[in-house]
T-cell receptor, first 113, second 115 residues
Framework: AQTVTQSQPEMSVQEAETVTLSCTYD???????LFWYKQPPSRQMILVIR??????QNATENRFSVNFQKAAKSFSLKISDSQLGDAAMYFC??????????FGTGTSLTVIP | GAVVSQHPSWVICKSGTSVKIECRSL??????MFWYRQFPKQSLMLMAT?????????EQGVEKDKFLINHASLTLSTLTVTSAHPEDSSFYIC???????????FGNGTRLTVT
């Protein structure tokens, strides 16, 4: 089974600054998909960004971007111009071709005003 | 698009009673739905995979007789916690996928408290 590791249980960032959340995964597959989900205090899981493994170009969604390093099996999330509403738990997720999802343990992000 | 509705959002029940949680995909058909359990400040723990028209696939350690899953249609899956006990108190989240390597879309979750 694939494993997803988020080595940062907690992170903090000053408002308007940039923060990077790390994620690594273990797999022997070549085709797969990676996601970052955000879970604010409401506990609703919100999709932030996705990356297809076959694409070399890093995905970007407004202030959110990823650094996908396939060889290193690394998938970090960069949040630019951090806002108070970005405070949440962030989960990295891996999807294999068998439609199975694997989630990391999460990183709690605090945004300091 | 891809909205998943989960009901109820919170429920309190007495020990020994059963509770049913519904998960509906509102604007798409979901052949597969997933049920997760989440403890405070922890990740999502997959309980079972629900497939329309067939029996659910339970993860190791999840009691299938206690957590009954029914996926009667392409838009509805239900999780029934039978003979609930205080240790079943938790946050339960359903999710659905349109398949074809698409992202999971999550319901709002159900906070269950068993007294």
């Amino acid at each position: 089974a694939q494993t997803v590791t988020q080595s940062q249980p907690e992170m903090s960032v000053q408002e308007a600054e940039t923060v990077t959340l790390s994620c690594t995964y273990d797999t022997s597959e070549s085709d797969y998909y990676l996601f970052w989900y955000k879970q604010p205090p409401s506990r609703q899981m919100i999709l932030v960004i996705r990356q297809e493994a076959y694409k070399q170009q890093n995905a970007t969604e407004n202030r959110f971007s990823v650094n996908f390093q396939k060889a290193a099996k690394s998938f970090s999330l960069k949040i630019s111009d951090s806002q108070l509403g970005d405070a949440a738990m962030y989960f990295c997720a891996y999807l294999n071709t068998g439609n199975q999802f694997y989630f990391g343990t999460g990183t709690s992000l605090t945004v300091i005003p | 698009g891809a909205v998943v509705s989960q009901h109820p959002s919170w429920v309190i029940c007495k020990s020994g009673t059963s509770v049913k949680i519904e998960c509906r995909s509102l604007d798409f058909q979901a052949t597969t739905m997933f049920w997760y359990r989440q403890f405070p400040k922890q990740s999502l723990m997959l309980m079972a995979t629900s497939n329309e028209g067939s029996k659910a696939t339970y993860e190791q350690g999840v009691e299938k007789d206690k957590f009954l899953i029914n996926h009667a249609s392409l838009t509805l899956s239900t999780l029934t916690v039978t003979s609930a006990h205080p240790e079943d108190s938790s946050f339960y989240i359903c999710s659905a996928s349109t398949g074809n390597n698409s992202p999971l879309h999550f319901g709002n979750g159900t906070r269950l408290t068993v007294t």
